[in-house]
Each structure stands twice: as structure tokens, then as C-alpha cells.
């Protein structure tokens, strides 16, 4: 069976050399077709999507343009949006009119805003008012996040009438595992599981059975916050409301997953969470290059610390040599320190009355990792550079940064909070700044002092 | 609606401080109690998962014998095993009786191993039997991810008689979406969607509406491939089969949540997955301490490549104030690589026959990051220095680095996987000592033959 399985996962792999073999030697049309034709459309959306852009292309032209939706709805939006943005304002709109709203809306999203405003303009007034509804949500929302299509009863029904009511629905979406229960204004009143609606006798009605006690989420919630929920209470689809309470959508587990996985990446560093991997060397370039420039700067700023002492250093050049120590394992110990404080966060663990204990655990760590390799590296540097007052020196230092890894990794991210920064994005290079330039001041500070 | 889940989320820690109060003030022990019986147990798992250790014991105490259970199954299992590990060997077997299997397995496997095994030698042979079946799979495959509570259905069963089965049943388990079809001998023959149950004329039978295009998962498999099929599969539950094809389990989304933000994150520097935000002292430090040292092993490398260039900084001091600029944006750079490569490779989309494309995008963006920053840097270096042959020196050294971080990060991570190791895991460090040293070397070494 687990060959069964690896086939599965190489058969993307075998595909994609036959393909590229096909297309280098400009022809054999016919196989290519004939290849994609045994192939479902999330199987051809894994190959598109594992191929480079010229490939891509070249897939895209020769695939049935009928399966054109079915595909566009399996791929990742940004690479949907590129294929979108080759056809004129006239296709695209036939297009969302195939698509379900919030696919649709999504690949919007990623076309150039003219390309958008075009399209809207030839859709269907009611194709376009539909749309318009789903676009006006902010992207990092609840509202951004949700599908549209959502199954609601009323709570005086029986249970036979919900069944009978499910089987007139040609299809019910994939993870509906609860129905959502509303008001005749359509006003969230509960959850009705599916199993629950299996299991009880059809004779009793919706209200007997619901569950009252999950709240539902409001449309501008932050999308974190979703992530949030959906991790601590085991979701896998919850309600959307707008202001009045009222049903406008549901979000599944599988639409929270990238929300979670963006939110556990220490710091992205210029990528998106669902980044593109075959994305073309002109859009990956400019996000990388303002992460650069973003290093760059604190990078200049340790460096001016070390500026500072250069007339210290030109005294005694093994602190050149060590110097990058100090602040390597200030770095490494402020970014753990850092991950379990803003992991926390993310989960609601960690408010004021637990700060105070975990700041504690975290010197304490800090002082004992501080002390054991403060005298691992002291005993090093001794017999490395025949120093004994360097050894001293650099086993100080260490246990300084540490100690300042721990508190600015505990601290820090209710501070970035409270100025309205991110901390899971911007913790990281802030943090690494602090302890470059921590460990530069304090070992070549101690440095000037004990060789003056 | 916003406030009132803001407000859901605050309970905690409004609680927290209460009780934090009544334990100090070392009294009203009633009223402790009488707030804690108004909480469900997932509502008290996560008021323990948010206190320091002490009051996390305090709770424990306080809490109805009764509830134990019912809590212990809500808490992640490294939390929950520290208070299994206070109980008596005849405690913890009535303890695992009253939980699921796969529960109690992931409870037994984070006590000592002599708790474990004194736990097991009391227990009733039936149970023991049960909970060693489960215990002998690593817990990294899918059979150490695994439920056991599977619902199966035969193929020659009408859908009524399903509908009727599950009626019988007292509780469907959480997050059932799909039933698991199977033969007499129990091997997996194809999924039947509840769904397709609740919608399909009840007089058809289980073959005609199952889907059979869905394979089992191997209950060695690693968990990080599983996490890949749920992702790319948008799976809400897979079943779990053994050698001879038969299901021993299934696999939920909310158990792969896990492994895949372990997955995600880049490297995890000593902290695990699901790490408890509370840890003691004694647990948290050893494990960073780890990796501290192989940091520090690391960060000697690369100083004792600039030990090597002593005698030019000496001459130019300016150097040592400029390296750490060159090392920290290759690091960075090589990170980006690194990250969509790693992320590219969890998701089977790099392979053979697409990798030459993406080094080769690699290297351009590099290359144009390299002359973009070079430039800047090097007018920067200029005029900071007033010297050209050092901005000259940086600028060239700043290619060389960012190129070597493409090819690096774009060749690494399957390297190391061709070597046994978890390119999530080591890359990050194995790459960031290469761009140091390719830093340092190229930098020094450059100036070294400039400054002759």
C-alpha cells in the first residue's frame, strides 16, 4: 500500500517529464491531449501547479477550454489569476458565472485592477451585485476568507423535512459536517450536525437537537483570530454573521490551514503563505528585495555599534573573530524564546495574569543556557586564543544577551501588538536587532574597558 | 457579534486572574469551585493549558474526580501527562479505560517508561491488549496520528440500512464527513460522503454511490506525507489501512494540523510542534540548550574563517565593521530560497523535471537582488568610509553571497533528504553556515588581495 501511495504522489512527476518531453520536441499534440484527457481536474490543477510558467502556458492551451472552470477552482488564486489574465473582458465574465462566488471573487483579487473593473462592467447586473458583495470584504477577514454557499434550516422544522430537504439539493458542499440554523430573517440561531441529524428520531424537530452554544463569526473578524477559534475548538466549518447576525457565509477547516500555516512561519520574509513556487522571477524579485532592504538597515545598525569600538578592535583582533559569536546565540535564543511567546499569543494562551510567569521561566532558562555556554565558549576561547581576559569577556557577554533574548522575546510581542504591528511578521528582525546590537555593545564594551 | 467573541476569548483570562487571587489569598476555596463548575471541560482544558505550573496543580485538585477524564482528553498530551504522572499505576489503567484508545496511547506515551509499563502490567488484559496494538506504531506515521473509532459499512448494504445502522449507533465521532466502506475481511474498498448518504434514494445500495478513486493511507506512512495528501486533497478524514489492506483507523483534519505547522515552520530550534506554552524551567531549558550548541558549532566555523584574515582586518578595521552586513544578507536571502523550496518539496510540486527551472529562477532573482543591494550598499560603504575600493569590495562580495544563497537553498533541502535528514528541520542552520562562511570568505579574502 505505501508504494500504492508514492506512486500516487511521483505519478505528478513522471506526468511532468513526458510533458516537457512532448512540448520541447514541438509535437505530439495528440499524446499530450490524450494524457490530460484520463487525468481529473485537481490531478491537471497538481500539474499546472508543479510546472514553470512556459509550461504552464502551454498545458493551459492545449486542455478543453469546458474544464477551463473545474481546473480554475482546484488551483491556488494567484496562479488561477495569471491564466485569467490572458482572456478579455468578455470570457472572464462568462468565466465567474461559472465559478461559485467566492472562487470567483478570489481570482478577481488577483487580476490588475483594471482587468477587475472591466470584467465587472460586461457581467450580468445580477453576476455583478453578487460579486460586488463578496470583493467588499477586507482579503485578511472572516469575510475574506468564506464560501457563500451555505446550507441553512429553519429550527421548527422535523428532521424528516430537513432530510427530505437535503435530498431535493443536488449537491451538498464538501465538509458540511453542520447545517446552520436561522430565524425566518435569517439570523443565526445554532448549529445542527449532521450526525446528529442522523443518529436522532426524524420525528423531532431541528430545535430539539441544535447546538446553541457555538457562536457564530463575525464577517470582520480578523482572520488570525479565525485561525484561532478553529484550533481550539476542533471546527471544521463554522458560520459567518454580519452586523445584524445574519448568515452571509461559512468557512471551512481547508480555507483556515494557510491562515494557520502564515501564522506559525516565525516571519515570512517577503513570501506569502500560499506563495506561488513556480512564480516568475519578476514578481518573487521585488517582494524579496524590500525584505532585503528591510535587513539591510538593521543590519547597518549593528554595524554602526561596532563602529563604535574600532579603535578597540584594531587593539585586539581576535574580537573581530568572536564577535559574531555573541550575537549568533543571542539570535538563536531570542527567536526561540520569541516562537513559543507568539505561538502563544496566537492561541490566546498568554495575557496579563501568566505574563509575569513566563518572563520568569524564560530569565530563568536564559541564565542557565547563559551560564552553561558562557563557560563552554570561555574555556574555548582560553585555549583558542592563549587569553584568559578575553575568555572572561566573551563568557559575560553571552550571558547578557541571553538574559536580553529572553526578556525582549517575552515582551516584545505585546509591545509590537499594542503599536498595531504584527508580531509573527515583524518579531523576528526586531528581536535579531536587539540582540546584534546587545551583543556587539556588550562584548566589545567590555572589551574597551578590561584593554584600555 | 465582535465583542461577544472577543469577549469568548477574554473569558480566560479574566478567570485566570481570578483564580490566581483565590489561590493566593489560600481560601474561598468554594467559590473556585463554584466558577469552575459553570465551565465545560474544553472551556477548563484550556483555563489549564493557560496557568503556570502551580496553578495548574491547583486547578487539577480542585476539579471533580469525575471530570478527569472527560479533561485530561482535551488537553494536549504533553500537558495532561504531567497529571497522569502523579497517579498511582492503578489509577492511570481505570484512567485509560475510560478514555479512547488512541487518547490514552498518546497520554501513556509522554510518561516515564516505568510509569508506562507499571501502568500497563495492572490493567485488564482486554485493555491492555488494545492500548499495545496502538503503542507499537511510531508515533511520526499515520499510525501514531490515528483515531481507531472508525464507522465502517459494507458494499452490499442497502443506504437505508446504513441510515438505520448509524441510527443504532449512540454518537458518531467528531469530524465524520465520509463513512469507510469495506469487505467481510475488513479491507478497505472505497469511502461512502455522508452527504451522498443523506441526498441518494435509499433503496440504492453502498457500491453504487462509494467512490473507489480514494486510497487508503499506510499506517507506516510518514506524517509528513499525510499531511501532504490531506493539503493537497482538501481531506476532512482518510482512512488508515495495515499491510494486508485492512482499516485500523482514521486520520482527521484536526490531527494533521499539527504536523503541518511543524511542517511549516522553518526550523523549529528546539521547540516541538505542539510545544506547552507552560513548561517548566527544567523541561524547556535542556531542549534549547541543544540547540544553542549546534549553533555555536556553527558560529565557530565561520570564526574561524575570519581568524584566517587577521592580519587584513588588522590593516583595515573598517572590515570588520562592514562582514557582519555581508553574512546577515546572504543569510536572509538564502532563507527566502530555502523557505519556498522546503514548502515547494512538503507539497510533492518539485521534482526532477522541474528543478533546473526553479534554480534557474532562483539564480535570477539573485542575481538582481545581488546588483540591486550591491549598488546600494556599496554607495552607502562610499560614503560612509570615503574609501571606493571597499565599497567595490562589499559590492562584489554581496553578489557572490546571494548567488551562492540561491543555488544553496535551491539545492540543499534535497541533498539533506538524500542523506536521511529533514531539510524543515537542518536547513535553515546548514545554509545559514554556508552563506557565513561564503560571507566572510568572499568579503575578507576579496580584501585581502585589494589591500596587498
Known sequence: MQSGVDEELDKNQINLSKLSEIQENNGELRIAKRMLSGLTPVEIANLINSSPPKNRRYLWEIIDQESHADILRELPEEV??????????????????????????????????????????????????RLETVLSYEEDTAGGLMDTDVITVRPRFTLDVVLRYLRRHEEIPPSTDQLVVVNSDNVYLGMLSMSKLLTSDPNMSV?????????????????AKVAQLFEQNNWILAPVVNAQGQVVGRITIDDVVDVIIENAEHSLMGLSGDEDTFAPTMKTTPRRAIWLGV??????LASSVINIFQDTIEKVVALAVLMPIVASMGGVAGSQTLTVVVRGMALGKIGSSNRK??????????????????????VLTAWWFDDIKIALIIGIAII?????????????????????IDPALAGGVALTTITDVVGFMSFLGLATLFYR
Chains 1, 2 share one sequence.
Open 400 to 420: 547578557i544577551n541571553l538574559l536580553v533574548a529572553a526578556i525582549g522575546g517575552t515582551l516584545l510581542p505585546s509591545l509590537l501588538k499594542r503599536m498595531g
Open 207 to 223: 430545535r430539539e437537537i441544535m447546538r446553541t452554544d457555538v457562536e457564530a463569526i463575525p464577517v470582520d473578524m480578523d482572520d
Open 357 to 378: 510567569w513566563l518572563l520568569f521561566r524564560e530569565i530563568s532558562s536564559g541564565l542557565m543556557n547563559g551560564v552553561l555556554w558562557a563557560v563552554t565558549l570561555g
Open 80 to 129: 488561477a489569476a495569471q491564466f485569467v489574465e490572458t482572456m478579455d473582458s468578455r470570457q472572464v465574465a462568462e468565466l465567474t458565472e461559472e465559478l461559485d462566488v467566492d472562487d470567483a471573487a478570489d481570482i478577481l483579487q488577483h487580476l490588475p485592477d483594471q482587468v477587475m473593473q472591466q470584467a465587472l462592467a460586461v457581467m450580468s447586473a445580477q453576476n455583478r451585485a
Open 295 to 300: 535587513n539591510l538597515l538593521t543590519a547597518i
